[in-house]
């Protein structure tokens, strides 16, 4: 147990939908990264908060948002849903913004299928 | 922006050994990390590499050499359950920054 906590492990909704994940960071951990992972693809950086500020933006859709609250617990949300939104959504966090040794602990993921 | 390449599949025997390699292309590089993800689970960090050489950790080990942009993940006495795939990420050097993550080498390990 990496001690992130994803919810929902799964999801299935219908394109055009709206879905938010949750996630909440080891204890003690300030920074939350979001990735996409699909079969064709490999993990896919989306974007990543800092002690409640975005700190790193990569391939996120204008569709997707994020934030992190001042618990530090993060949520993205996926608006506007097509089927090659179907994929598994991890979660990461680590102690602080991304220092050299930095590890990443990633939760056990939101499986989300779009129909 | 960054480029990593890994070899999509390999096979190996119980009790074997295998060398797992990863190349990148970077405009800058802060570390090289290596996780392992079974089948719809979360991956787990194995080992991480900033400078030139071997690091050791039980039967597994990494190397890097910077110069050539190369590292690989070396396994050893190959059990069942390290059939997983083994994933290739690399910090870039420019301040805080997140991984970048290659797509994997799937490892089946047979009996």
């Known amino acids: 147990d990496s001690g992130v906590t994803q919810t929902p492990k799964h999801l299935i909704t219908a394109t055009g939908q709206r879905v938010t994940l949750r996630c909440s960071p080891r204890?003690?951990?300030?920074?939350v990264y979001w990735y996409q992972q699909s079969l064709d693809q490999g993990l896919q950086f989306l974007i990543q908060?800092?002690?409640?500020?975005?700190?790193a933006k990569g391939n996120i859709l204008e569709r997707f948002s994020a934030q992190q609250f001042p618990d530090l617990h993060s949520e993205l949300n996926l608006s506007s849903l097509e089927l090659g939104d179907s994929a598994l959504y991890f979660c990461?966090?680590?102690?602080?913004?991304?220092?050299?040794?930095?590890?990443?602990?990633f939760g056990s993921g939101t499986q989300l299928s779009v129909l | 922006g960054q480029n990593i390449d890994q070899p999509t599949e390999m096979t190996a025997t119980e009790g074997a050994i295998v060398q797992i390699n990863c190349t990148y292309q970077t405009s800058g590089f802060n570390g090289l990390f290596w996780y392992q993800q079974h089948a719809g689970e979360a991956p787990t960090f194995l080992s991480y590499n900033v400078l030139d050489g071997l690091e050791e950790k039980g039967r597994f080990s990494s190397f890097l050499s910077r110069s050539k942009g190369y590292s690989y993940l070396l396994l050893k006495e190959l059990q069942m359950k390290d059939s997983a795939s083994y994933l290739c990420a690399v910090r870039v050097a420019w301040g805080y920054s997140t991984l970048t993550f290659g797509k994997g080498t799937m490892l089946l390990v047979s009996p």
């Open positions: 204890s003690g951990d300030l920074s």
């Open positions: 990461a966090s680590s102690v602080a913004g991304g220092q050299t040794n930095e590890k990443l602990f």
């Open positions: 908060y800092y002690n409640g500020e975005e700190r």
